[in-house]
């Protein structure tokens, strides 16, 4: 069936629709040339439909093990060629099973690039997948829904659970954590107890932690003022470290701003320079918004990493408390591993005592 | 850290002639480097023995040195010229074994000279493989269980050990010199006996073959503070056992999960980092097709060829970046030449997929063993990009030139199932076509897996290209079909081929199905960022983002891939075709496939088209440019080919018209030129089937030479002395008929001449002539040649003027033309006329000081040569002799007669210049790796017809101390000369043969003329091929031996190493004199 991917400004791109459902969301592009299925189960994408710049998608078919939530949370799928005889020793099926067993609405042989080109000229894009009969009324209905900001509540833990270990407790906030980060942080030996976006301080100190870890996750940081004010309450209580969207959070309990980003930042080939020691290092990212530099003026911040390409921050650290965060993924799944680093610092944080 | 300011002069060392494993990405990688060296401020020495390539044009680098590169000359330069540092990892193998030798010899230390980039340490250590097998496992990265080995015992031993199959490798070779794959004893004897050879420091590499993995490569970048990162990672079709270099090879990898990407991406940077490169590096890995178990193969500590692949590939200029590095700068210190904004650190991402392709010389050398293995014998490569793998894939076998323009040869195509069944097992150049036949034949995928190791993904999509085959024959060319075929690559010709159409046809219906390429740009990014490369692909999608300009503009159509009879001068042609259009102010576009070359540089032209080279690709560019024409002669016999169905489109061609190649090309009406301007040609005719040949041979009377028409590089030429030769010629090697041709000549055994000239249709400026050290018979390609002439009298040099201009006029040519002439009793007859660019115009370019090819481009777009300030007629020749040797690859292909004949047999070419003759020849074959001995034994075994010259060539050796040995005939004949002459056995009469003594070292030099026949048993051959395996010179034409005993005389009593730069000898050399 022939579908179309509709973008806000009208401009429409052809393709193969995999089954029927529309679809609605922002429209943000990946770079990554691998990764497919980590990308479309990062909870990140919550609320999006993700194009990928690279052409030939499912190559190597869909393992249990790649996935990074509990299921793929993208509110679309726009790529170019989908492989139907995947290769791979680990592959336990194809991507387009995968996608129609899921119900997540895929277009398939579309210019991605042209899409990539639209987006960066013009920002980030509210987009819609339709088939091609698709009556004039449908998508103006569809245009007209207004933008989902809950997206996080969607996507983190409905309770509480635990990976157990033998080092330091460190309380998971998840706001759409990837199973990577918590793979990572078990490794390093953490104790975890993964908690709901919504637990509040009081609840989280109860626990007794060693150290607080605040995950990644979709949306705006600003649409989520309780999480702020729950920061706010932990600031230099405890170790923490944070990635991505507990990054930016960080940086809104402390005072300073955030704000998105003409197009963001996804792939796996970021440069980002570590400003301690002059190297720069090869990152996965997913993010939209960022940090706003100006704003981190008089917080007792320094900024520590920083984007190669457009100079944005993406690393601080607090000269007061212990406290750091990134803007990018050290976990990689998918991407480059080059920055596991930072899992060894959060745990001499976190063992800087004993 | 900055660039090293102290830095004000640097030597950069290049790769020396083109030989198979080291082609002409090493002129890429150079000329980048010298750029990127001038563009600091610094003062660029390079030294290189290959005249054709762009980094020895003197704007390239401030003193060009074209002296051979052997650590003698070297010395002599870097004492002479005093460099600050001196960038070898550039060079390829050759720089880097060169930079080796120098190390060992001190010179870097006694002239202060820094070696820039990756340490001798770090080359040590990843290019000795003891140390490179104690380094990985500090590192904990797995190797193969292997051994180093310097004797055939412990070879044995350690295959007792682990058990057979093994992988040989001799340590420093390149390409794989001397390597194989042992499945019993007596072949693990032989390859290691050979590999002890070829390697420098007589050690042999034996170890586990992980045969049928899947075989991974990364480019890799480091900086001196230790940022890395990957440029770019490659997939081989062909699992592990076939060299990389003969692998068809797609980026980025098609079939790892991002897990595998990154685990071995992870294992790159800590390799990189231990071994301290500074600069690019390649690493090779084998990885289990069923597990996440790996083993490090091997990493290259320089650019290499991969590395150009890579950078092509991407759009990141590794050279240059390597090159920055080299001086200081670090990753994030240099600035994305694509994008402009955003800094060299970063890993380049594709959106779309880019297949390279070997170019194998088994159309040339018919009794090439064509089985693949560890040991390269491709010649060069081609590169395509599309959104789709089918769709590179059918561009690259399209861009090869080998008569494909689909996964479909004929002779494959006549097989019976069981025949293809069994050539499946075949891992030679051939198999990808065989595959492609088995999928039509339905042998199942799974089978195929099981026999080819191919991975299943990739069998997948020559299945998907099948059956769109299927789907063509047998449905109704609808817009839906015929946009899915071109989706996956199908040429028109293709389609049209299998729906029974014509080609036209099938364009006119797509055009009218409004089914058009667009092109999309090459951006490192993939479009995450606007970049400002203008080099571009075409593929079948929604946008075609690329913009048109209105400028005055001129397409350039490149030379496609290395070959034997169509190298990298052929680029450098080009390359200063399009450089003299930006001098004009015109925009120029240039239009190749090959990622080996300066012309695919993004820089070079205005525009590039990474595209094949054929009517339908090239007409799709004229379709979205509307240039104002194109200019095919520079382009080779690649280009030339295009001139007739473009003008025939109705596209401009510029210079010579496409009705005056013709009558150049075809016998019929370049004889009636001929008669009417009255110059003499050797008689011939042409016939169109063997009886006809006989009869006509008889006439025109014993040797003759013969050909098919139209071919490049004297394919398939031979001299026939007899009947019943040419009897069997005409069997064996062509397919006469009407359509296609043979000739036959007389063979003119005279001196031959070669002349470039550049024309414009009235006047005729002739820069030089060549005279050939070896008389007619031999390839011009494979001959010396020597510039000015040396043994021509004024009245026959007059001559050869007068009838170069009246070819010139008379074929009205405009812009260059190339003419062989030989010269018999005292007559100039013509050979052939190409109104195109030649081999020599690099050459004789650079000895002449004329540009000649900017000259030619001016002309093809009306300038005169009054205009631009030339005076017609022969320049007066330079006090200076410059001297232009053939190198052959010989040791890489193993059954290939080594004699000269009319067909070519080399790879590359190398230059000697000096104020001497006998200096400038003995530089010529010294660069050209010919290991003229100067004492020892020297073996005579000629055929009769050369016994008289033979007899005094003998007496020139025995007069300078050389012993002589000889087979009976040759010692009878020398021995009644009064020579002392020991008889030696031929092959197989004792067991102290020949073969014997070669091995043992006791011949040191052998003088060999062919007997006719060309059958592979004969003893002539196993001497020569002997020659090759075991590295001693082996002259088998009697001028060449003439020449080597004359600079042999000639420079026992003087300085062996005297260099001079292209620009002492070109601009105040004049007055050294």
Redesign the interface.
């Known amino acids: 069936m022939k579908g179309k991917l509709i973008l806000e400004d009208g401009s429409v791109?052809?393709g193969e629709m995999l089954q029927n459902g529309n679809a609605v969301g922002e429209v943000v592009?990946n770079?990554?040339?691998?990764?497919y299925q980590?990308i479309l189960t990062d909870p990140s994408y919550c609320g999006q439909i993700v194009t990928l710049?690279?052409?030939?998608i499912g190559?190597?078919g869909v393992?249990d093990?790649?996935e990074q939530s509990d299921k793929p949370y993208v509110r679309g799928f726009v790529i170019?060629?989908l492989?139907?005889?995947?290769?791979?020793?680990?592959a336990e099926g194809a991507l387009a099973d995968y996608l129609k067993s899921r119900n997540i609405p895929c277009i398939y042989g579309?210019?991605?690039?042209?899409i990539?080109?639209k987006i960066?000229?013009h920002g980030t894009m509210k987009g819609i997948i339709v088939s091609e009969a698709a009556s004039e009324a449908e998508i103006a209905e569809l245009f007209a829904r207004p933008p989902q900001i809950e997206v996080v509540k969607e996507v983190t833990t409905k309770s509480v659970y635990r990976m157990l270990n033998h080092g330091p407790h460190v309380v998971v906030i998840d706001y759409g954590i990837k199973r990577n980060i918590l793979n990572s942080l078990h490794k390093i030996g953490c104790n975890l107890t993964i908690v709901p976006a919504h637990t509040t301080a009081e609840q989280i100190m109860a626990l007794q932690p060693d150290g607080i870890f605040l995950s990644n996750g979709p949306g705006d940081p600003k649409d989520l003022p309780e999480a702020v004010e729950v920061i706010k309450d932990l600031l230099g209580k405890k170790p923490m470290f944070g990635i991505c969207l507990g990054h930016q959070l960080i940086a809104l309990a402390l005072g300073a701003d955030t704000y998105k980003l003409k197009f963001g930042h996804r792939?796996?080939?970021?440069?980002v320079?570590n400003l301690t020691t002059?190297?720069?290092h090869?990152t996965s990212q997913n993010h939209g918004y960022s940090v706003h530099e100006d704003s981190l003026a008089g917080k007792n911040l320094i900024i520590t990493h920083r984007a190669?390409?457009d100079g944005t921050v993406e690393g601080m650290r607090h000269q007061d408390i212990p406290l750091f965060s990134v803007q990018y993924h050290p976990e990689?799944?998918?991407?480059?591993?080059?920055n596991t680093y930072l899992f060894d610092e959060f745990w001499t944080l976190l063992t800087k005592g004993e | 850290m900055p660039k090293k300011e102290y830095l004000r002069k640097v030597l950069v060392i290049g790769s020396g002639p083109i030989v198979i494993g080291q082609a002409a990405e090493f002129d890429y990688a150079g000329t980048q480097a010298c750029r990127a060296l001038k563009e600091e401020g610094i003062e660029v020495v390079l030294v290189n023995s290959n005249p054709a390539t762009i980094m020895t044009d003197a704007n390239i680098a401030d003193r060009v040195y074209i002296e051979p590169l052997t650590p003698e000359f070297l010395e002599e330069i870097i004492a002479k010229e005093r460099p600050d540092g001196v960038l070898a990892t550039l060079g390829g193998q050759a720089g880097l074994n060169l930079a080796f030798k120098l190390a060992e010899r001190g010179v870097f230390e006694k002239y202060h000279a820094e070696l820039l980039g990756t340490s001798i340490e770090a080359i040590k250590k990843a290019e000795d493989r003891e140390l490179f097998k104690e380094t990985m496992q500090a590192i904990g990265e797995p190797i193969p269980e292997s051994t180093i080995v310097e004797d055939i015992e412990s070879a044995k031993q350690f295959a007792e050990e682990i058990g057979f199959p093994l992988i040989v490798r001799p340590a420093y070779t390149m390409g794989g010199t001397g390597g194989g794959i042992a499945s019993n004893d007596q072949e693990l004897v032989d390859i290691v006996t050979r590999g002890l050879k070829y390697s420098l420091i007589g050690q042999v590499l034996i170890e586990r073959s992980v045969a049928g993995w899947k075989e991974i490569e990364y480019e890799v970048m480091r900086d001196a503070n230790d940022n890395c990162i990957t440029v770019c990672n490659m997939e081989n079709f062909d699992p592990v056992g076939i060299h990389t270099g003969d692998s068809i090879v797609v980026a980025p990898s098609q079939t790892l999960a991002d897990y595998e990407y990154q685990m071995l991406r992870s294992a790159s940077l800590r390799i990189i980092r231990e071994l301290g490169i500074e600069g690019g590096c390649n690493a090779q890995y084998a990885l289990d097709p069923n597990s996440n178990q790996y083993y490090v193969i091997e990493v290259n500590p320089r650019v290499s060829r991969s590395s150009a692949l890579a950078s092509k590939a991407t759009g990141y200029p590794i050279a240059k970046v390597a090159t920055k590095i080299a001086i200081g700068y670090h990753l994030d210190e240099i600035v994305n030449a694509v994008t402009q904004k955003t800094m060299a650190c970063f890993e380049p991402t594709l959106d779309y997929v880019v297949v390279k392709f070997p170019r194998w010389p088994f159309d040339k050398f018919m009794f090439a063993d064509r089985i693949l293995g560890t040991q390269m014998k491709a010649t060069g490569e081609v590169m395509s990009i599309d959104r789709t793998f089918e769709g590179a894939l059918l561009k690259a076998v399209r861009s090869l030139e080998i008569g494909l323009h689909r996964l479909h040869i004929p002779e494959i195509a006549g097989l019976s199932t069981e025949a293809i069944r069994d050539n499946l097992k075949l891992a030679n150049d051939e198999r990808l076509f065989v595959v492609a036949e088995a999928l039509r034949r339905n042998i199942a995928i799974d089978e195929i897996h099981q026999v080819t190791g191919i991975d299943f993904w990739f069998l997948d999509k020559i299945k998907n290209i099948v059956t769109m085959e299927t789907a063509l024959r047998e449905g109704v060319l609808s817009p839906e079909l015929m946009g899915t075929a071109k989706k996956i690559g199908f040429a028109d010709k293709t389609i049209a081929e299998i729906t029974g159409k014509t080609t036209d046809e099938i364009r006119n219906i797509r055009k009218e199905q409004q089914i058009v390429p667009c092109y999309k740009m090459v951006d490192t990014c993939a479009a995450e960022f606007e970049a400002a490369t203008p080099y571009y692909y075409s593929t079948y999608a929604q946008e075609d983002e690329v913009s048109i300009s209105h400028k005055r503009k001129v397409l350039v159509l490149g030379s496609g891939p290395i070959r034997i009879g169509q190298g990298v001068e052929f680029d450098y042609c080009s390359v200063h075709s399009v450089w003299a259009l930006r001098e004009m102010g015109l925009e120029s576009i240039i239009v190749n496939n090959n990622p080996e070359t300066v012309s695919t540089d993004f820089d070079t032209s205005d525009r590039l088209y990474f595209e094949p080279l054929t009517p339908e690709d090239v007409l799709n560019i004229i379709d979205k440019e509307q240039p104002e024409g194109v200019i095919v002669q520079f382009g080779g016999q690649t280009a030339i080919n295009l001139a007739g169905p473009l003008a025939k489109a109705g596209v401009k061609v510029f210079g010579t018209s496409v009705e005056n190649i013709d009558k150049a090309e075809d016998r019929e009406k370049f004889d009636a030129l001929l008669e009417e301007i009255g110059i003499p040609r050797p008689q011939g005719t042409t016939v169109t089937n063997a009886e006809d040949a006989v009869r006509e041979a008889t006439k025109i009377g014993y040797p003759v030479v013969v050909r098919p028409s139209y071919v490049l590089g004297g394919r398939a030429m031979e001299i026939v002395y007899s009947e019943a030769e040419l009897k069997d010629y005409m069997n064996r090697a062509v397919k006469a008929s009407p359509e296609h041709p043979v000739l036959v000549d007389r063979y003119m055994q005279g001196t031959e001449v070669e002349v470039d000239a550049i024309s414009d249709g009235q006047d005729v400026l002739i820069p030089g002539i060549m005279e050939h050290v070896e008389r007619a018979g031999v390839h011009s390609g494979d001959s010396i040649a020597v510039y000015p002439t040396q043994t021509l009298p004024s009245a026959v040099i007059q001559t050869i003027v007068d009838y170069t201009k009246k070819l010139a006029v008379g074929l009205n040519v405009k812009g260059l033309l190339n003419i062989q002439y030989v010269i018999a009793d005292g007559v100039v007859y013509v050979i052939e006329v190409n109104p195109r660019s030649s081999r020599t115009i690099p050459f004789l370019s650079k000895v002449t000081n004329v540009p000649m090819v900017n000259v030619a481009t001016r002309i093809a777009l009306g300038a005169t040569l009054k205009s631009l300030g030339y005076q017609p007629g022969l320049m007066p020749p330079k006090p200076y002799i410059a001297v232009k040797a053939p190198v052959f690859s010989f040791a890489k292909m193993l059954q290939v007669d080594i004699s000269l004949g009319p067909e070519m047999k080399s790879t590359g070419e190398v230059m000697g210049t000096d104020y001497h003759y006998a200096r400038a020849l003995y530089k010529a074959i010294t660069a050209a790796g010919m290991n003229v001995p100067s004492q020892g034994t020297v073996l005579f075994t000629v055929a009769n017809k050369d016994k008289a010259e033979a007899g005094e060539l003998a007496k020139g050796f025995a007069d300078l101390g050389y012993s002589l040995v000889a087979t009976a005939g040759t010692a009878q004949y020398l021995q009644s000369l009064g020579l002392a002459v020991d008889t030696v056995q031929k092959v197989h009469e004792h067991k102290a043969d020949i073969i014997q003594m070669i091995k043992t070292g006791k011949i040191n030099m052998v003088i060999n003329t062919l007997t006719h026949g060309k059958e592979p048993e004969r003893d002539g051959f196993k001497i020569r091929r002997a020659t090759v395996e075991h590295a001693i010179p082996c002259l088998t034409s009697m001028d060449t031996a003439k020449e080597v005993l004359h600079v042999l005389n000639f420079m026992r009593e003087r300085r062996l190493v005297y260099a001079l730069a292209l620009q002492d000898y070109v601009g105040g050399g004049d007055n050294l004199v």
């Open positions: 791109f052809y592009f770079t990554g040339m691998t990764g980590e710049t690279f052409p030939l190559n190597y393992a093990l790649f170019s060629e492989c139907v005889n995947p290769s791979n020793w680990q579309v210019d991605t690039r042209a990539t080109r960066r000229s792939g796996s080939n970021q440069p320079k002059g190297r720069v090869i190669v390409n990689a799944a998918p991407g480059p591993d080059d």
